[in-house]
């Protein structure tokens, strides 16, 4: 089946730790997209990226770095420099004005 | 700054109730206006989605009323059931070099009682 795969589902992590969260889809979908979600405040866009090897920043990018070496991978790390690191993190991926799909997220908290 | 407003963060009715969410939005250049529907623990999925070329769209028991001129659109569910409880969020995109990449609002956290 198609989909959007995240990995882990949940991950604890020190602080002053890099870590990083797998996606990979199968949807042959050029755009992918790193959300986080934290309550009451819906989802913020960390990174985006459109083709290989090209990225933007998003609204929340401080703290965070992406790759994008392949169509159906798109990383993220979250890095000793994000202060609040502790969410759950989205994957999603979209083809032009299609629906925009996502994983079923990663939940990361700092110890 | 928030580019979509959504409200009520949220909401109570008994089954067969109709819930009604609202969303407002700054930006006249969004073009694609979804709502997504969320359970705990899970991505969130694409319930229905309008453009703004409509003032109404229905699927199921799910409406989307669309007002341009005064840039809001709200999600009515029909007959709600228990199993419709989730947290429910509107979203904006913009038809631009943004990535088509959506703006969420805040969510609605929906509760349907028996």
């Known amino acids: 089946d198609g989909g959007i795969t995240q990995s882990p589902k949940y991950l604890f992590r020190k602080e002053g730790q890099n870590v990083t969260l797998s996606c990979e889809q199968n949807?042959?979908?050029?755009?992918m997209y790193w959300y986080r979600q934290d309550p009451g405040q819906g989802l913020r866009l960390i990174y985006y990226?459109?083709?290989?090897?090209?990225?933007q920043k998003g609204d929340i990018a401080e703290g965070y770095s992406v790759s994008r070496e392949k169509k159906e991978s798109f990383p993220l790390t979250v890095t000793s420099a994000q202060k609040n690191p502790t969410a759950f993190y989205l994957c999603?991926?979209?083809?032009?004005?299609?629906?925009?799909?996502f994983g079923e997220g990663s939940r990361l908290t700092v110890l | 700054q928030q580019q979509v407003k959504q409200s009520p963060q949220s909401l109570i009715v008994q089954k067969g109730g109709i819930p009604i969410i609202n969303c407002a939005y700054e930006?006249?250049?969004?073009?694609?206006f979804p709502w997504y529907q969320q359970f705990p623990g899970k991505g969130p999925a694409l319930l229905i989605a309008?453009?703004?070329?409509?003032s109404e769209k229905k699927e199921g028991r799910f409406t989307i009323s669309f007002n341009k001129s005064a840039k809001q659109f709200s999600l009515h569910i029909m007959d709600s059931q228990p199993g419709d409880s989730a947290t429910y969020f509107c979203?904006?995109?913009?038809?631009?070099?943004?990535?088509?990449?959506?703006?969420f609002g805040k969510g609605t956290s929906l509760l349907v009682t028996p």
């Open positions: 999603a991926s979209r083809q032009g004005f299609g629906e925009l799909f």
């Open positions: 949807l042959n979908h050029d755009a």
């Open positions: 990226s459109q083709i290989v090897n090209d990225f």
């Open positions: 930006n006249t250049a969004f073009d694609y």
């Open positions: 309008i453009r703004p070329d409509v």
């Open positions: 979203a904006a995109s913009l038809n631009s070099n943004s990535g088509y990449a959506l703006n």
